[in-house]
């Protein structure tokens, strides 16, 4: 069936799934000034969206794979008083999730606003048959000068971005953030961002919306194995607010129980003090109908709990534990996801609300 | 790209978009007891899965056109004991939605249990390229008799559905609503379900988990212009329990200014008691940006308030007003939409938790 064909756009033309910019617009890279790329540690040094860096150690390569050009958790982040913004991407590769959307997979979210209130504008609109995009993200804003932060795609890597304004505009940087501290996450598909409508709703997204902090998303679906090489490179990023391991949902249960104690001895050897939540993983509805599920989550979870608490013990009071069982509620939680184990919005923004509380007491 | 170069299902064997039933399964139709199927005003007398019927006024038939085949708020409904549950469907086109997974586009959701408490079990995983689909939504259940419900694809038609159970496995029919009364939604395409990421997240579907009756879904993507032939075809409706009027979002503000009080005098002269609501729409997350969206909502709220209020004092004490604006909550209900204007799972489960106290209230 030809893209002309779909019969909801030709019944709902909002439905639609591509606009163009005019022509007077002005196309500027993100990786010049005034432009700030945060979200991707290597990105200062490298200039490539990427979120590990270009060469890496091959036992870390064959484990992320392309998920390292994935780009959950990177944000671009400028002040304009441009009436109008576009966007121009060039993927890497094209839509191809049965359970998210290309916007989710694929697009661009685009807020308004500073960290204290950032309002949600739009997604980008695209024929995700393609694997180039052009749309058009607002137009006829009243002229004042706004923060304006897009959050990249999360589970693909783009080659090309460029950012469409009016001919004219002003732009200028973004403000600072609080400190130059940033939150650290170590994670699985659910940490990227899998199975959220849009890139802002990834939960560590919802969470940069309520914290001046840039965070940096190393969550890689799949391949949340948590090799000591993917730790001891973890520890090269500089003035971590915190390091969330939330990793639990991928891989075998014997292999966590042997490779989170070693993440956290190798994290510490470079940082003795910086904070570090162990985050259990979610309820999976499956547990309703199959007790195992339930099993090997609570033997899981008190594995991580007895963990933290020893290491407390011995002296290490900067590490902490949290029961993701409770994340998603205990009422409902089972219609959180779109697998029974990936979240959907719904969950995400309950995930964000469970946690923020958390990281704020251990970062501030 | 072939599907087999997806480089996430390569990584994650949890992502992968499709699944088998074994051989042993007995292929059965829907159409034929014990199975149960309910959402589908016409069903009974056509054994077609449509929700309008087959032949329609030529005025009509243009309006809602294709949108009469997608089967939002269908379902199949019946107890099994059987370990395993696979479905086989023709669909009548293929997922083309940017906003919307295929899931909820043109998925299956499974739930087990009955209506005081039903679990959410399973999406059906599928290769969202083709039309046709098999999955296995579950396997290795302990045998007990449970009622099995079945939520059919949001925006799109089927051409066939087969489900498949153990041989040998026990069926019978579903156990019985409260009454056969049914409440019965004219909406748009947010109240069709766009965008939820599997069908049972479309509003109404999530209010029949908590309503013991029948919900029928009369809501048309674009085509919710409530043609005086869609409110006399709704009027031949047996049984009504209530009739919620939540097609507002869709079409001009002028022609919903004459289509709605039009609609309400044909729905009242052939049911004069039964309860109607009135649900006005949500807020965009646009009017944070252009004032113009806040004026258009909230003028088009007072005008639904005034016809009701004057109606009720004309003497119809069965007619009330909701105010859609509050249903997305105040502080972050910009959080709530894909595009702006259509709910997330989000949006809708905040939706439901907003309706569900009043439509108890004027139905039981």
């Known amino acids: 069936m030809s893209r ?21 617009v002005d196309w500027l890279s993100p990786l010049e000034e005034p432009f700030q790329v945060i979200g991707l540690a290597w990105f200062t ?6 979120r590990l860096p270009v060469v890496l150690d091959k036992k870390l390569e064959e484990a992320v794979g392309d998920s390292a050009n994935h780009l959950s958790g990177a944000q671009i982040r400028f002040r304009t008083d441009s009436a109008s913004l576009s966007i121009r991407v060039r993927l890497k590769g094209k839509a191809d999730m049965v359970y998210m959307p290309a916007t989710g997979q694929c697009g661009v979210d685009c807020y308004i606003g500073d960290v204290d209130r950032m309002w949600y504008m739009a997604t980008t609109k695209y024929d995700w048959m393609q694997s180039e995009y052009e749309s058009v993200l607002y137009q006829n804003r009243p002229s004042s000068m706004e923060t304006v932060t897009l959050y990249l795609p999360l589970f693909q890597g783009i080659d090309e971005l460029w950012i469409g304004v009016d001919q004219g505009a002003s732009l200028s940087a973004p403000p600072p953030f609080a400190s130059n501290q940033k939150i650290l996450l170590y994670g699985t598909s659910i940490t990227q961002g899998g199975y959220a409508s849009r890139p ?24 949340g194995r948590a090799a000591p090489e993917a730790a001891q490179l973890i520890s090269t990023i500089s003035c971590p607010a915190c390091l969330i391991l939330d990793y639990e949902a991928d891989g075998d249960p014997e292999e966590f129980q042997i490779t989170l104690p ?41 594995f991580q709990h007895k963990l933290v608490r020893r290491l407390r ?16 509620g205990s009422v409902d939680y089972d219609e959180c996801t779109v697998d029974g184990k990936h979240p959907t919005d719904l969950g995400f923004q309950r995930m964000a609300e469970g946690l923020l509380g958390t990281i704020r007491t251990i970062v501030w």
Chains 1, 2 share one sequence.
């Open 45 to 50: 040094e490298e200039r490539q969206y990427r």
């Open 4 to 24: 002309s064909d779909n019969d909801i756009t030709r019944y709902d033309p909002a439905m639609k799934g591509s606009s163009r910019a005019h022509d007077d």
């Open 313 to 328: 013990e011995e002296g290490d009071r900067h590490i902490f534990f949290f029961d993701g069982s409770i994340l998603l």
């Open 262 to 302: 070693e993440f956290i001895t190798v994290y510490r050897t470079a940082h003795p003090v910086t904070p570090i939540l162990v985050v259990s993983r979610l309820r999976y509805s499956l547990e309703t109908h199959d007790p195992a599920w339930i099993r090997e989550r609570e033997e899981q979870a008190a």
């Open 200 to 223: 802002a709703m990834a939960y560590p997204n919802i969470l940069s919306r309520s914290m001046p902090l840039e965070i940096i998303n190393l969550s890689f679906a799949g391949s």
